[in-house]
């Protein structure tokens, strides 16, 4: 059935920036915003049923990630569980203070990138920034490299949100424990796309945010492996094991848990492979109408099954969005909108500043269809093939950066 967000407005190719909230789950939120308001953590009947939807709801989100649920840590966003691992992580306990290094790539999202250099500006930690290759992976060889005596931790996302390349963290964290240094990784695109279990990657640190699981914005959950200490960003009480501290929003956390059951019955009935069909139905079309001029960026098989990032070269990818109006999709990211520079992901990648100005990242979903696939191509197309002859995009070409 078609989401009734999605019925009037165009295409939505925009999945990985965020997701229309599944109606299931905003059913089983519901409750806990009009009947079930109580304090999860009161001593009386009120607190009763938000107690238990909290626990459930940590059962679910551990269970899509192959824990238990004392390892998850609700917060309010993908952003602020990244900034709790960095953080959290350097700023612990004395035997850590003393580690003043840590290591990430070129390509992490901005809420990485950001707690990092807070942490070189107010804590003179040192930072060491990863390349990557021509497709976004980064070479083992390059981690261990980089480790010293001094590292905290290691932090690498596992699939990219502009290209949804997808990293070797399982490599990478045999790499890092093998120094006695702890790997974190932002899973927030990934997490209910492919299968992800926490042991098989070798992660002490995971994060979710529920806007791209279809659920509501402003919830998220950092997977804590048993016995790592972490600084808490806030202060207070001692909700989320001391953590987090705030009266819980139950509502949010049981529509996180929620969408991870969603996800969890998804991925076991094939819907990875139904993504993968869709994604690459619409690739092919563009490749088939547009032989010679389309490229596409990141790995062509290690990447997630919903993601294609593309270039039309002699195109500017926001001029060609803006002549298909019945498309919805990212040449960036509503994180960094206004930006004049080619995408820092690509320009990383070592993409020139043409081609990265022509690139658009178009992304499906639970709610894509077939038809919209086609429609989507079509459209496209034309709108490339009436904008051919306007001159190569320059670095002063607008663009966003996707989120």
Not at 328 to 343: K, R, V, Y
Not at 377 to 390: F, K, P, W, Y
């Amino acid at each position: 059935m078609t989401h009734p967000a999605l019925t009037s407005g165009p295409i939505y190719l925009d999945y990985n920036a965020t997701t229309p909230v599944d109606l299931r789950v905003a059913d089983a939120a519901q409750p806990y915003l009009a009947a079930h308001f109580g304090n999860p953590s009161s001593a009386h009947q009120y607190a009763s049923a938000p107690a238990q939807a909290m626990q459930t709801a940590r059962e679910q989100v551990a269970a899509l990630l192959g824990s238990t649920a004392e390892t998850i840590v609700f917060t309010g966003s993908g952003s602020e569980a990244n900034n709790l691992a960095l953080r959290g992580v350097v700023l612990t306990d004395p035997t850590r203070r003393r580690r003043r290094h840590v290591i990430t790539q070129s390509t992490e999202h901005p809420a990485v990138l950001a707690a990092c250099r807070a942490l070189q500006r107010l804590h003179d930690i040192d930072v060491t920034f990863l390349p990557v290759n021509q497709h976004g992976l980064i070479d083992p060889e390059d981690l261990a490299a980089a480790i010293t005596p001094q590292t905290a931790l290691v932090s690498i996302m596992l699939a990219n949100n502009e290209t949804g390349t997808i990293q070797p963290i399982a490599d990478l964290a045999s790499i890092a424990h093998a120094h006695d240094v702890p790997i974190h990784t932002d899973a927030a695109q990934a997490v209910g796309k492919i299968p992800i279990d926490v042991a098989q990657l070798g992660v002490d640190l995971l994060t979710v945010a529920g806007h791209k699981l279809y659920a509501p914005k402003g919830i998220g959950a950092l997977y804590l492996r048993p016995g790592l200490r972490l600084e808490p960003l806030i202060y207070g009480g001692g909700q989320e094991g001391g953590l987090r501290a705030g009266t819980e929003n139950v509502a949010l956390a049981v529509a996180l848990g929620a969408a991870a059951d969603l996800a969890r019955a998804d991925l076991a009935s094939g819907g990875p492979e139904q993504l993968r069909t869709l994604r690459n139905r619409l690739q092919e079309a563009l490749f088939d109408r547009l032989p010679s001029a389309v490229h596409v960026n990141g790995h062509p098989d290690r990447r997630l099954p919903n993601t294609v990032n593309i270039s039309i070269l002699g195109l500017s990818g926001s001029d060609l969005l803006a002549a298909v109006p019945g498309v919805a999709a990212s040449t960036g990211s509503a994180c960094h909108a206004g930006l004049t520079e080619p995408s820092p992901v690509l320009s990383a990648m070592g993409l020139d500043p043409g081609r990265a100005l022509a690139a658009v990242r178009l992304s499906v979903g639970r709610w894509t269809t077939i038809e919209e696939v086609d429609r989507a191509a079509t459209l496209l197309t034309e709108a490339a093939r009436d904008l051919v002859g306007h001159p190569q995009p320059t670095a002063t070409t607008p663009v966003i950066v996707p989120t």
